[in-house]
């Protein structure tokens, strides 16, 4: 196992759930490829006021995969820390403000992230999907565009009006080191996470399909355990799946897919409560395994149960290698 290269691609929660997993539960080679198309929050303020490149989803990689010893774990609460007065600091993670420096002194994203990753002794490689700098556009069925992945992803405008597909602006070209770890992976990963703002950002890159394609390993996508309110409202297992495919051009042979499907059976009025108030809703599971390897089982963590829990994820993942 030691010689096996795993690579979780995406951004979010989903991506530091899984990179924690694998890194606690596993002894494979981890990399990861974080999408760059962020624009909220800390993230999107030191976007729009230093012109840098969103830190926000490579710093939750970083401190997924960091490994200090237990004397200096406060470094790592440091990294994520949040100010929550000062009238520039108000809001503002002090990793992605370290990161923002980083971009500054090294003069690029992929050195602030190479050093960041060395500061917290992470255990594995994080690579911006690209260095170019875009946006997400999301173009609903009815034509109408929203610009900009947070507008997106917290969607305001035509909420129940489907999303028909999503593009970068401007064009973006893969990092070439991302690219090179994704054709000499045995396994990519992608997801958990927001199909539409966190996994499918990185498939739109131009050169990623072609690196996935030359890659030796497949592709194994893990289906989110709840909709999401304004993205994939009513969806089935079978739709986020079927999303997936249209982007992965000619790699869709290489798919299997994970699938927490046990969620429509818990019937709690705290879950009931917390669907209601998100708007969403359990994934159903209506695929069958004729056309993928499918993985099913109770992923889900015990203590939040609308989120995966790492080591399930990891189990599950290990088996596909």
Same mark, same amino acid.
Do not use: C
């Given at each position: 196992m030691r010689t096996k290269k795993v690579v979780v691609v995406g951004g979010g929660t989903g991506t530091y759930q899984t990179l924690t997993g694998l890194k606690n539960?596993?002894?494979?080679?981890?990399?990861?490829v974080i999408s760059m198309c962020d624009s909220g929050g800390s993230t999107g303020r030191l976007r729009r006021e230093l012109g840098i490149l969103p830190p926000g989803d490579v710093r939750r990689a970083?401190?997924?995969?960091? +490994?200090?010893?237990?004397?200096?774990?406060?470094? !790592?609460?440091?990294? +994520?820390?949040?100010?929550?007065?000062?009238?520039?600091?108000?809001?503002?993670?002090?990793?992605?403000?370290?990161?923002?420096?980083?971009?500054?002194?090294?003069?690029?994203?992929?050195?602030?992230?190479? !050093?960041?990753?060395?500061?917290l002794n992470a255990s594995g490689k994080v690579f911006p999907v690209t260095l170019d700098k875009t946006h997400l556009v999301a173009v609903l069925e009815d034509g109408t565009r929203i610009h900009g992945e947070t507008k997106i992803d917290r969607r305001r405008i035509k909420p129940k009006v489907p999303i028909k597909r999503v593009y970068l602006n401007p064009a973006a070209k893969v990092f070439p080191q991302a690219a090179k770890v994704l054709r000499e992976a045995d396994l990519i990963v992608l997801g958990p996470g927001d199909l539409y703002t966190s996994?499918?950002?990185?498939?739109?890159?131009?050169?990623?399909?072609?690196?996935? !394609?030359?890659?030796?390993?497949?592709?194994?996508?893990?289906?989110?355990?709840?909709?999401?309110?304004?993205?994939?409202?009513?969806?089935?297992?079978?739709?986020f799946v079927r999303a997936i495919e249209e982007y992965l051009e000619g790699s869709r042979s290489k798919?299997?897919?994970?699938?927490?499907?046990?969620?429509?059976?818990?019937?709690?009025?705290?879950?009931?409560?917390?669907?209601?108030?998100?708007?969403?809703a359990p994934v159903v599971n209506d695929l069958t395994n004729e056309k993928y390897r499918i993985v099913t089982g109770n992923f889900s963590d015990t203590t939040t149960f609308y989120r995966h829990s790492p080591e399930k994820l990891a189990k599950a993942i290990i088996g596909l290698l």
């Open positions: 539960y596993s002894s494979l080679k981890l990399s990861a970083i401190l997924a995969l960091s +490994d200090l010893p237990f004397a200096q774990k406060t470094l !790592e609460e440091v990294f +994520d820390f949040r100010f929550k007065g000062g009238r520039g600091l108000v809001g503002h993670s002090l990793g992605n403000i370290l990161l923002a420096a980083l971009t500054q002194i090294t003069g690029s994203m992929d050195r602030a992230i190479n !050093e960041a990753a060395r500061i996994i499918i950002p990185t498939l739109l890159v131009d050169g990623v399909n072609k690196a996935l !394609e030359a890659s030796r390993g497949k592709i194994v996508y893990i289906v989110n355990l709840l909709t999401k309110k304004g993205e994939t409202d009513g969806f089935l297992a079978s739709d798919l299997a897919v994970v699938l927490a499907n046990n969620m429509s059976n818990q019937t709690g009025s705290k879950i009931a409560l917390w669907y209601k108030k998100h708007g969403s």
